[in-house]
């Protein structure tokens, strides 16, 4: 047992060091971070509003008595099959006033998950259109470097965290990576949805 215990904490200890020499350890902390800076702002944001302008307890409301949900989710699906530029809380807020609301938080979640795979076919499409190929790479370098980097963990970053997720699935079926091993990590997309829910239904 005592034997077994050192191995387990000298893997450790060795994944610890590659994971802050590599720089991913440094990059997990500073999404954190900006997750913690985003919470704080849209609370921030949240009081102006009550104080000042609108109560955002009406905002659900008021999206849902004015847009058609078929058509809101068919946009949200869209945006997270291409590019992924509008963070998926604003729809979470959206279903925050429905009745079964953990039932439309899974929805949405899946809904993103299938995005990713679309967002990956399309990478796949434009790997053979080398110069919207490379017009895509040269853009997105900072991520491809990353993906290349920590392959998986990245990807799982992207899709717990204030990262563009069809994005990266976008870039990963560029680089042909491996669409059984997507269709895993995407599990940890839909799980985002439950873990940021509470908050942003907290806030309305």
């Known amino acids: 047992m005592q034997k077994e215990n050192r191995n387990i904490w000298r893997t450790f200890n060795i994944y610890y060091r590659y994971t802050r020499k590599s720089g991913l350890l440094s990059f997990v902390i500073s999404n954190l971070v900006k997750v913690a800076a985003i919470i704080a702002v849209v609370i921030l944001a949240v009081w102006i509003l009550n104080s000042f302008i609108i109560q955002v307890s009406d905002i659900p409301r008021f999206l849902i008595e004015n847009f058609r949900t078929e058509v809101v989710l068919l946009f949200f699906l869209f945006t997270e099959s291409f590019l992924g530029l509008i963070p998926p809380d604003f729809f979470i807020l959206w279903v925050s006033e429905m009745s079964n609301f953990y039932l439309w938080v899974g929805l949405l979640g899946l809904l993103s998950y299938v ?12 790997s053979k259109l080398p110069k919207w190929k490379n017009r895509l790479l040269k853009f ?30 976008t870039l990963a079926g560029i680089l ?29």
């Open 176 to 204: 042909r990576f491996p669409l059984r091993r997507l269709g895993y990590i995407g599990l940890f997309r839909i799980a985002r949805f439950f873990i940021y829910a509470p908050i942003v239904a907290g806030l309305v």
């Open 140 to 169: 997105y370098a900072k991520h491809l470097d990353n993906i290349k980097k920590w392959g998986v963990v990245f990807i799982i970053i992207a899709a717990l965290f204030p990262l563009p997720y069809a994005t990266v699935c």
């Open 115 to 126: 995005g990713g795979f679309f967002a990956y076919y399309l990478g796949f499409a434009v």
